[in-house]
């Protein structure tokens, strides 16, 4: 007994010795650069990725500069802003009314930029023989309207709805652009039994583990033993699979901007990472992360 | 000397009242709060819609009745796996296993305590999720089983350290009395000792199901949170949105004071008093059960 307890106290020891010595050393390193400028950018989780290798790469070329990027939802971000937390809000759908409302209340112009582009790829199990869809079945599949994979030419399984959570861009843009094919008009919702996953990653965990599930995820994020669907606008025109090309010539029909918001015209070393992130070096890491560039 | 020994006696009394007293402060602010916060839900939402069956605050759907039911389920579910494993272990830890099994049990079940809950929800996804839903042949495994079974598992160690406290406080005199009568150990266990601890064993069963009620982060990963009312026999091996999950999801989101963030707090309220009503039920039992014992024996 006595043996285990100093075994416990020994590893929990060097445990913390080893986290305290890791958190000194990059203390000091960050000290001896003396960063002299912050920029604190924040929301959607699609775009976080992104804006870690930007800040990354725009970092090591400006040693005095530092950004912290966090995740946490479009409205997270938009939410930080209006409450002047953060500098720079990212959003994977454009702000909403009241949320304009809320944040001039506070004092806040949101002023949008468009960064890059985004394709939401439609997700299956390797082993289900459907690839091609069209919106329109796409848009039965979650809204309850079909219930077994035989409906759209598949085998005789249930289908199992995966989508995020509502607090994701990604759900919202699923919503308008999909399931009501961008009517407004259209009151249609999610089928009840839909799975609402807090991350991407759960869903990816469980296209690729289950053969029943069929979910929805940012190109970027969509590893490559997952099946992507080919979607058709409506019956009889082309199936077509998101990649750059498709998004960039409108074929691909769920494609988004991805937007940055600023407290009124950015300023100071928030308007030169601006200018930085719309040039063709940073616009390159845009395609290497399998997001689409802006077309200048 | 005197007079300095009186002070310090005063000082040393007044800051463990403060330090008792401000327990009940806390919970009084933070009802309070919640009041504050939650109630403004009933001006701003009919109750034909907050008892809704449809859950989709985004588009104003603020049925609460899918994620009440679906606490309830996972919960239920937690307590069938916690109670008689919690409850058997700590029998086995206190009565019957010798005494070098007791030194390696205890700590263990303490380890198993301090597991991460969020380490649970990756071995729930990666591994308790993909075997049930191939083992019962269901659509998908993230159902109020998966989550069941690991809130069960996070609240068994809850369970078994209060319980054999318990045990372990009841005289030695009464198991040597029922020994010295001829019951044998199983008949002293049942009939003797788990009597005696009752209340001890009751607070030990109340406190895992308030840990189970109160877990966010494993059911969030592995319930499915899909809002459908779970009062169907089968609701067990489908998915499930409890309060919890709904309130960790969506805070994060809400506009501050909108309706949607008025009834997460609602939400919040609800939980308490769920938590509130059991911890009354658990301690009148216990009240009365010490009433009887008095009444024996006097």
Redesign the interface.
């Known amino acids: 007994m006595k043996r285990l307890h100093s075994f416990l106290l020994l590893t929990s020891f060097l445990f913390t010795f080893f986290l305290l010595t890791s958190c000194g050393s990059s203390n000091s390193s960050s000290a001896s650069d003396s960063p002299a400028k912050y920029i604190e950018n924040k929301g959607s989780d699609t775009i976080v990725n992104l804006a870690l290798a930007w800040a990354e790469k725009y970092q090591s070329d400006h040693s005095d500069v530092r950004i912290s990027v966090t995740g946490g939802g479009s409205g997270t971000g938009i939410a930080a802003l209006v409450n002047g937390t953060v500098d720079l809000a990212n959003a994977s759908r454009k702000i909403k009314d009241e949320e304009v409302a809320e944040a001039q209340s506070n004092g806040v112009e949101p002023v949008e930029h468009i960064i890059a582009r985004d394709a939401i790829a439609v997700i299956v199990n390797p082993n289900n023989p459907v690839s091609e869809l069209t919106l329109q079945q796409i848009s039965d599949i979650y809204s309850g309207k079909y219930t077994n994979w035989t409906e759209v030419g598949g085998e005789d399984r249930p289908i199992v709805r995966l989508s995020r959570e509502t607090n994701s861009g990604t759900h919202v843009y699923f919503l308008e652009t999909v399931l009501r094919l961008g009517s407004k008009d259209d009151k249609t919702l999610f089928s009840m039994d839909t799975l609402l996953l807090p991350s991407s990653e759960g869903i990816i965990s469980e296209v690729r583990d289950n053969p029943n599930a069929i979910g929805y995820d940012g190109l970027g994020y969509v590893p490559d033993d997952l099946k992507t669907i080919a979607i058709a606008n409506e019956a009889g025109s082309a199936y077509v699979l998101p990649s750059i090309e498709t998004v960039n010539d409108k074929s691909y029909a769920i494609a988004r901007d991805l937007y940055m918001y600023t407290n009124g015209g950015p300023t100071g070393i928030v308007k030169e990472y601006l200018d930085w992130i719309l040039s063709d070096e940073a616009q390159l890491i845009v395609a290497e992360l399998g997001f689409v560039p802006v077309l200048k | 000397m005197e007079k300095s020994l009186s002070w310090r006696e005063f000082i040393i009394t007044r800051l463990i009242q403060t330090s008792g007293y401000s327990a009940i402060l806390f919970v009084a602010l933070i009802f309070f709060f919640l009041l504050r916060e939650g109630l403004p839900t009933l001006t701003e939402v009919d109750m034909s819609s907050l008892l809704n069956?449809?859950w989709?605050?985004?588009?104003d759907?603020f049925g609460i009745l899918?994620l009440i039911t679906g606490s309830l389920v996972v919960t239920l579910g937690a307590a069938l796996i916690a109670v008689p494993f919690g409850i058997g272990t700590a029998v086995y830890i206190s009565e019957i296993a010798p005494r070098w099994m007791r030194?390696i049990l205890k700590?263990l079940v303490e380890l198993l305590g301090g597991l991460p809950s969020v380490v649970l929800g990756f071995l729930g996804?990666?591994v308790l999720?993909?075997f049930l839903?191939v083992f019962l042949n269901l659509?998908?495994?993230?159902t109020a089983l998966t989550g069941s079974l690991l809130l069960g598992g996070i609240a068994v160690p809850t369970v078994v350290s209060v319980a054999e406290d318990a045990l372990d406080s009841v005289p030695r005199a009464y198991r040597e009395g029922a020994w010295a009568l001829g019951a044998t150990k199983w008949q002293t266990i049942w009939r003797v000792t788990l009597p005696a601890a009752r209340s001890g064993v009751l607070t030990a069963v109340m406190l895992g199901i308030g840990r189970a009620i109160g877990e966010t982060m494993t059911v969030?990963?592995v319930t499915?949170?899909?809002?459908?009312l779970a009062i169907k026999l089968g609701s067990l091996f489908?998915?499930v949105?409890t309060m919890t999950a709904t309130i960790a999801?969506?805070m994060?989101?809400?506009?501050?004071g909108s309706t949607h963030y008025h009834v997460l707090f609602f939400i919040g309220m609800v939980l308490f008093i769920i938590s509130l009503v059991v911890n009354i039920i658990a301690s009148s039992v216990v009240f009365r059960a010490k009433k009887r014992a008095e009444r024996i024996l006097s």
């Open positions: 069956i449809r989709y605050p985004i588009e759907y899918p030194e700590p996804i990666l999720a993909p839903r659509p998908t495994g993230l969030m990963m499915g949170n899909a809002p459908v489908s998915p949105r999801a969506e994060g989101e809400v506009a501050n």
